[in-house]
């Protein structure tokens, strides 16, 4: 955009008023003026000027500055019109974000030989690194499988070895609370230890034949289970018809408080009669204590007439009579145990270590 000297310079009217503003806005005029080309009327205005003010010649400035701009706007408008017409397309350059996306994609197509056989080989490396982590998972898996089976499956022995024992202890003819509360804990203790045991199996891969193992140990679980509830029988058992001393003699008698205590005892008999689970080797017995039950509760009526009857001969027939009720059911309970033990014993004896 040409400025107020070019302006000037191409005007070839000049005036000393245009001069003075020049020289007001701190430009040094380098004009020539041939002054034989004014008259007296241009001296005359010249020293009119000279006698403006500067607030005046401010004025007449910012007028020329108008004048000025318009036509160079208009001109530069012009020349670019007219340029852009007279440029050449190979000049032409493109916006800069065309030349990134050219520059970015040219680094694209530069590097496509190496992206794409990093990308495999990384994808590869970590292919790799995942298997060799899982196999090695696998491994620390297994060994600790194995550690853990080792001591599952010695303590399991360990606690089978102790079956016959307790097959003993739960047939024996005789009864102790003691020896048979220990039983009971030690059977809790060896069904805990195979149950451990079995879950283990399911995740061994050094066992081949397991459906034999899995078979052995359900033997093992069966009697375990069968013991567990011979234990049970025997404790209710030892509750049914248990008589203290039937009285015979007229100084002994209190009828009252013996008809209290029979009443007891049957009522006693029938409740742990109705809780006895059912065992094969124990099925006759059981029918047998039903019996017992409904004549022990006739002689007792008996027992208790004759005595407020007085009749003590009587009295003590039928007391033998309730001992031989008793006895018959004892009997046919201790030949259950021993069938019960001769056939734990041969299967225990048919059991092999778990491996």
């Known amino acids: ?53 500067f607030e005046e010649l401010i ?3 910012e007028d020329i500055y108008i004048e000025i701009k318009k036509p160079s706007i ?3 408008l012009d020349t670019t019109d007219t340029d852009s017409l007279q440029t050449p397309t190979d000049t032409f350059n493109p916006l800069k974000i065309t030349e990134q996306i050219q520059r970015v994609w040219s680094d694209l197509e530069s590097r496509r030989k190496w992206v794409l056989p990093t990308f495999i080989g990384l994808s590869t490396l970590f292919v790799i690194f995942i298997s060799i982590s899982s196999y090695l998972d696998y491994r620390n898996t297994q060994t600790e ?28 003819t005789f009864y102790s609370k003691y020896d048979v509360s220990n039983a009971s804990a030690n059977l809790q203790q060896i069904e805990s230890s195979l149950i451990e045991y079995r879950s283990n199996l399911e995740s061994r891969d050094d066992i081949d034949n397991k459906e034999e193992v899995l078979s052995n140990l359900n033997n093992v679980f069966l009697l375990v289970n069968e013991l567990d509830l011979v234990i049970t029988y025997r404790i209710l058992i030892s ?79 039928i007391v033998s009579a309730i001992n031989l009720n008793k006895s018959t059911e004892i009997r046919a309970f201790e030949n259950s145990l021993e069938d019960f033990n001769t056939k734990s014993l041969n299967i225990y004896n048919n059991f092999k270590d778990l491996p």
């Open 239 to 317: 509750e049914v018809l248990v008589y203290g001393n039937l009285p015979v003699e007229e100084d002994e008698v209190n009828i009252d408080d013996l008809t209290i205590e029979l009443s007891g005892i049957v009522a006693q008999s029938k409740v742990n009669f109705s809780n006895l689970p059912e065992i094969d080797e124990f099925i006759n017995h059981r029918n047998l204590v039903e019996v017992a039950l409904v004549t022990a509760e006739d002689l007792h009526g008996r027992y208790l007439a004759a005595l407020r009857n007085n009749e003590f001969e009587v009295a003590k027939s």
């Open 145 to 172: 499988i194995i550690e853990d089976a080792i001591i599952i499956t010695s303590n399991s022995n360990e606690l089978i070895d102790l079956l016959p024992t307790l097959i003993e202890i739960s047939t024996n």
């Open 1 to 53: 955009m040409m400025n107020i000297r070019d302006y000037f310079s191409i005007n070839k009217t000049k005036t000393t008023n245009k001069i003075k503003i020049l020289d007001l806005l701190g430009f040094e005029p380098d004009i020539e003026i041939d002054t034989s080309r004014y008259d007296s009327n241009v001296i005359n205005e010249s020293i009119t000027t000279e006698q403006q003010t």
């Open 59 to 61: 004025s007449n400035t």
């Open 74 to 76: 208009e001109t530069y």
